[in-house]
Nanobody, 123 residues
Framework: QVQLVESGGGLVQPGGSLRLSCGAS????????IGWFRQAPGKEREGVSC????????YYADSVKGRFTISRDIAKNTVYLQMNSLKPEDTAVYYC????????????????WGQGTQVTISS
């Protein structure tokens, strides 16, 4: 059974940092790409970052480039999203999702989703 569980969200001040984790079970990160998405109230779900399965290629939305870093620990079957220099506009529920080998920025291309973790950036 494929399962994804996010953790690490919270409330931080602007300029702060958070590290999100996405624990995967029921499959290996060797075989699935993992994407991070976020959805703010009243907005569509948007792709934030993705790491592919085969060579671990990484992709970022322009809005987070230079501030967010995606990584994975194959042994722990976990993907991380390190978020630095956080801004109020980063406030959203963050989801991780899995799909076939290659990354996509398009949410409907992902077939397995976690429950989400709230990230709030506020002073």
């Amino acid at each position: 059974q494929v399962q994804l569980v996010e953790s690490g969200g919270g409330l931080v001040q602007p300029g702060g940092s958070l590290r999100l984790s996405c624990g995967a079970s029921g499959f290996s990160l060797h075989n699935r790409a993992i994407g991070w998405f976020r959805q703010a109230p009243g907005k569509e779900r948007e792709g934030v970052s993705c790491i592919s399965s085969n060579d671990g290629s990484k992709y970022y939305a322009d809005s987070v480039k230079g501030r967010f870093t995606i990584s994975r620990d194959i042994a722990k079957n976990t993907v991380y999203l390190q978020m630095n220099s956080l801004k109020p506009e980063d406030t959203a529920v963050y989801y991780c999702a899995a799909r076939g080998y290659y990354c996509s920025h398009y949410a409907p291309n992902f077939d397995s989703w976690g429950q989400g973790t709230q990230v709030t950036i506020s002073s």
